[in-house]
């Protein structure tokens, strides 16, 4: 499955942004999904999963916990993360990963786990 992910740019600390991922496969419904993000000179991070199925839950780091939202469209086989109160220290090239799961198992929260990766979209929130 190839994953495609836009939405990034540039925003001033307290903005809003919206992160895409669309899918090619039609199968996307029997993915498991998650945004990762790497700022420079660090290490890529988990920031959120959505699962399979609502009986999996989403799932966030502590980081970003109560400021984004990560939801799917089947139907559109899209992914998004909805980036709120954003910090500079939100900056970062974020990346959409995809595994397929059975229906009741919770999305991953290791990088390991993932599958397939979009090429990533640049992030820059200024203070």
């Known amino acids: 499955v190839q994953l495609q992910a836009s939405g990034g740019g540039l925003v001033q600390a307290g903005d809003s942004l919206r992160l895409s991922c669309a899918a090619s496969?039609?199968?996307?419904?029997?993915?498991?999904m998650a945004w990762f993000r790497q700022a420079p000179g660090k290490e890529r991070e988990f920031v959120a999963a959505v699962s399979r199925s609502v009986r999996g839950g989403n799932h966030y780091a502590e980081s970003v916990k109560g400021r984004f939202i990560i939801s799917r469209e089947n139907a559109k086989n899209t992914v998004y993360l909805q980036m709120n109160s954003l910090k500079p220290e939100d900056t970062a090239v974020y990346y959409c990963?995809?595994?397929?799961?059975?229906?009741?198992?919770?999305?991953?929260?290791?990088?390991?786990?993932?599958?397939?990766w979009g090429q990533g979209t640049q992030v820059t929130v200024s203070s």
């Open positions: 496969r039609r199968t996307f419904s029997e993915y498991a």
């Open positions: 990963a995809g595994v397929r799961t059975i229906v009741t198992v919770p999305a991953p929260r290791d990088e390991h786990d993932y599958d397939y």
